[in-house]
């Protein structure tokens, strides 16, 4: 078989097992990362359907990228700035604290001589961002306390995996000790770079790609920010998923955050998802049946004292013990970069052999299976109530409005709002608007509101209403639509085109509706009424009837169609005329000998 064909065979393959056991082990109740694991296991180790697991898992760590990316868009730097303490104090604490620990524990259990139980005990110290980020997300964790803790001490590790490498070379005697002061330089100039590049560089990028409407460009552009900041970390010494998490934070403050996540999610999910099925590809089950007393007393003894370690150091500082336990439940595997480690390890040659390594990485791999059930556990051990307040410190992920479109009618509306202390989410799809309103202040996002990837990315599961000032009627019926079909929680408030489009929104059944020129109309109307002489009280009381009017119309409309309530229309003067004092209350200006119908309503534009 060719190599293309075998590609393709291995892809239909492996996006085959996803489709079938992700569905299966969710509704199991067990998770999909547990079913990827399972496909893996089933397609390489037992069928030997896909033989070269590595190639694959190298493509899919891109999943791993993309996923920090879009963690990263989260965090705008101020918030990753308060989170210091827990990176670097708690997060360098779990490493130094559980890395000791495991090097005991694999010296008297024989494993290797003191300086590869050095390795071995700090690469099993760190954790899987993978599986532990996957875990939050399905969950809906991430922002949460517990979530954010989590992820704090996961940001550590991957930082950590930098002086371990260099912690391989000076353990091992055998070879000449490099001087790793040019390392850290280039790593640190490349982190530089990266932060310079985007606080001046990626957004104005966006701008000029959003004003040509390219959509598929914009992907393009993303994809490239992603992948290029990822390949500069690697270059620098860096992991590639330290250099998509950076970019992702460089970017969190822009307006086209949410439109760049909607866009590399699909990647992200799917890649991901291959991911896990190359690591339960990459099993070794022969050495798992050679040492299986080994491993089967190595993967529990290793996730307790993580957990243990984990859980004591989150209690110390100050995390109640529902949280610590969910860390501890959620970080006691073994992570991607161990792999890395006890790989660089043997190959070196003077620390531990290959066959060793095999048999770490299989310990690794089955502690990563075990994670969802961790998980598991991990909430039956909780107290009292399990429901966690979210964190609101992300902008745009928790309003209780999200405002799609802002033109004038929206831009107005939002000064009610964010006068009376709420706080909205905005997206419009102009990247000129987004920039004129950038110069006044206003925090805009960009983004296509008819996208459900989009609305989901800005918030809409927890917005309580949604509001829509659109300014062309299809996008508008689009976006409600859209609305009422997957977020029927959402109260939908809309500006309408005209009096047609207000009755057909009435129809949809959307909670709230206004025609941008009623509001304005009417005081217009009053206020010329004023000028020429009829008092503010009287002229108040005149429009007032004319909004009643013009309600009770749109009533009967919507029930019976365009021409009902058209004998309620003012179409010439009402005698007396209003510019004298009235012989009656405005209640009898309804009165039907006083009115015609018009043959066909021109309909309003704005």
């Not at 809906?140 to 991957?158: A, C, H, I, P």
Request: charged share 20%; with cysteine.
């Amino acid at each position: 078989m060719s190599a293309p064909n075998t590609l393709f065979t291995e892809t239909l393959l492996l996006l085959g097992g996803a489709v079938v056991t992700a569905p299966i082990f969710k509704k199991l109740g067990l998770g999909t990362v547990l079913g990827y694991l399972a496909a893996g296991v089933v397609i390489g180790p037992i069928l030997h359907s896909i033989g070269d697991s590595e190639a694959v898992l190298a493509v899919a760590e891109l999943g791993v990228v993309f996923l920090l990316f879009i963690i990263g868009l989260e965090l705008k730097p101020t918030r990753l700035w308060q989170m210091r303490r827990d990176i670097f104090g708690l997060g360098t604490a779990q490493v130094v604290l559980s890395g000791l620990a495991l090097t005991v524990a694999a010296y008297l259990g024989g494993i290797a001589g003191w300086k590869g139980s050095i390795i071995i005990g700090f690469g099993l110290a760190l954790s899987s961002t993978a599986f532990a980020m996957q875990i939050l997300e399905q969950q809906g964790d991430v922002n949460t306390k517990y979530g954010q803790r989590s992820f704090s001490m996961l940001l550590l590790q991957d930082l950590a995996i930098v002086p371990l490498l260099a912690l391989i070379t000076v353990l091992d005697g055998a070879k000449e000790t490099a001087n790793p002061l040019p390392s850290l330089a280039i790593a640190v100039g490349a982190v530089a770079a990266m932060i310079i590049a985007g606080r001046y560089l990626l957004t104005p990028l966006f701008q000029v790609i959003a004003r040509t409407g390219a959509r598929e460009a914009m992907i393009a552009a993303a994809l490239f920010v992603v992948m290029g900041s990822a390949t500069l970390m690697q270059l620098a010494g860096l992991s590639m998923a330290m250099g998509a998490f950076l970019s992702g934070v460089m970017l969190a403050e822009s307006s086209y955050r949410h439109e760049l996540e909607a866009d590399i999610e699909p990647f992200r999910g799917v890649l991901l998802a291959i991911f896990f099925i190359a690591v339960g590809l990459s099993l070794k089950l022969e050495v798992i049946l050679d040492n299986w007393v080994m491993i089967v007393l190595a993967v529990p003894v290793m996730m307790v004292i993580k957990a243990i370690v984990i859980y004591a150091l989150c209690r110390v500082s100050r995390s109640s013990h529902n949280d610590a336990v969910r860390i501890a439940g959620l970080l006691p595997q073994g992570g991607e970069f161990g792999f890395v480690l006890f790989s660089a390890a043997s190959a070196s040659g003077g620390l531990f052999s290959a066959n060793t390594a095999s048999m770490l990485i299989a310990i690794v791999t089955l502690s990563m299976a075990l994670t969802p059930l961790s998980s598991a556990l991990a909430k039956r051990l909780v107290k009292g109530d399990t429901q966690e307040e979210l964190d609101e410190d992300f902008e745009g992920a928790g309003s209780d409005v999200l405002m799609i479109g802002f033109s004038r009618f929206g831009q107005i509306a939002a000064q009610i709002l964010l006068a009376s202390g709420r706080d909205v989410t905005v997206i419009d799809f102009s990247a000129d608007r987004i920039r004129q309103a950038s110069s006044f202040g206003f925090r805009i996002y960009f983004g296509d509101g008819t996208r459900k990837d989009v609305l989901r990315s800005a918030g809409i599961d927890r917005a309580k209403i949604v509001v829509v000032s659109t300014h062309q009627r299809e996008v508008t019926d689009k976006i409600v639509e859209l609305v009422q079909t997957d977020y029927p929680h959402a109260r939908i408030f809309v500006r309408s085109y005209d009096r047609i489009h207000s009755i057909d929104l009435r129809r949809k059944g959307v909670d709230y509706e206004l025609r941008e020129t009623l509001e304005s109309g009417l005081l217009f109307g009053r206020r010329t009424l004023e000028a020429l002489g009829v008092g503010e009280a009287q002229a108040y009381e005149i429009g007032e009837d004319i909004r009643k009017r013009d309600e009770q119309r749109l009533v009967l409309q919507v029930s019976e169609g365009l021409q009902a309530g058209t004998d309620m229309l003012y179409s010439r003067p009402v005698k007396p005329e209003p510019l004298v004092k009235p012989k009656r209350s405005a209640e009898t200006y309804s009165d039907a000998d006083d009115l015609v119908a018009l043959p066909q309503e021109e309909p309003e534009r704005v």
